[in-house]
């Protein structure tokens, strides 16, 4: 089945040393999305790759940062992780041309900062 | 910034019974969609509207786009224990960017057998 793939499920970091999230997709979707979530919140846009064009949200912080090196993957570093950064962070794909922001998630990486 | 009033913030309920909750805005949406997310998961789709007055539904979930294009309402019938969880509104407004998805806050949802 088509999907969106977040590894790892569970992450723990020490603050202040650096983590990589990983995302993959089988859906072939040109947009993809990195929101932070934390506990009884809404999902927070934290930033979005429309192909290899990366939008950042005004209100991200520079601590966080994203990469895609082709279509299936995309990965989010958060440089010198703070306690208040412990989070649920979930990757999405929508794919434009049809209905544009119906977006995927992927069930999402739970981070622990000690 | 824009923000979706989602409504109520949580519910408890007796298994068998209807459930409504509804989202509005205070500006003009062009799509609006229905989110279930269980705890430690990440939302899953369950209805996608696009057009003003559109009525979807899907197994015991109905939406509707209301025609003013500032609200929309999910209705799940004849609860079940596996309704529980966590269920997003989440919208485009008019004339918004591709990233542009405003989400309400969650109603949660309690089932008792």
């Known amino acids: 089945d088509a999907m969106v793939i977040q590894n790892p499920r569970y992450q723990v970091t020490q603050f202040g040393k650096p983590v990589t999230l990983s995302c993959s997709q089988t859906l072939n979707h040109n947009v993809m999305y990195w929101y932070q979530q934390k506990s009884s919140q809404a999902p927070k846009l934290l930033f979005h790759y429309y192909d290899k064009d990366f939008n950042n949200e005004a209100d991200t912080p520079d601590n966080f940062q994203s990469r895609r090196p082709n279509t299936s993957f995309c990965f989010l570093d958060i440089r010198s992780p703070g306690l208040g950064d412990a989070a649920m962070y979930l990757c999405?794909?929508?794919?434009?041309?049809?209905?544009?922001?119906?977006?995927?998630f992927g069930p999402g990486t739970r981070l622990t900062v000690l | 910034g824009q923000q979706l009033n989602q409504s109520p913030q949580s519910m408890f309920i007796q298994e068998g019974e209807d459930v409504s909750m509804n989202c509005t805005s205070s500006?003009?949406?062009?799509?609006w969609l229905w989110y279930k997310q269980d705890p430690g998961e990440g939302p899953v789709l369950l209805i996608a509207l696009y057009k003003a007055g559109e009525l979807t539904s899907n197994g015991r979930l109905t939406a509707q786009f209301g025609i003013t294009r500032k609200d929309s309402f999910l209705n799940i019938s004849a609860s079940i224990p596996s309704d529980v969880g966590i269920y997003f509104c989440?919208?485009?407004?008019?004339?918004?960017?591709?990233?542009?998805?405003?989400f309400g806050k969650g109603t949660k949802l309690s089932v008792k057998p």
């Open positions: 999405a794909t929508s794919k434009p041309g049809g209905p544009v922001v119906t977006q995927y």
């Open positions: 989440a919208g485009r407004p008019l004339g918004g960017s591709q990233g542009n998805l405003i």
């Open positions: 500006s003009i949406f062009n799509t």
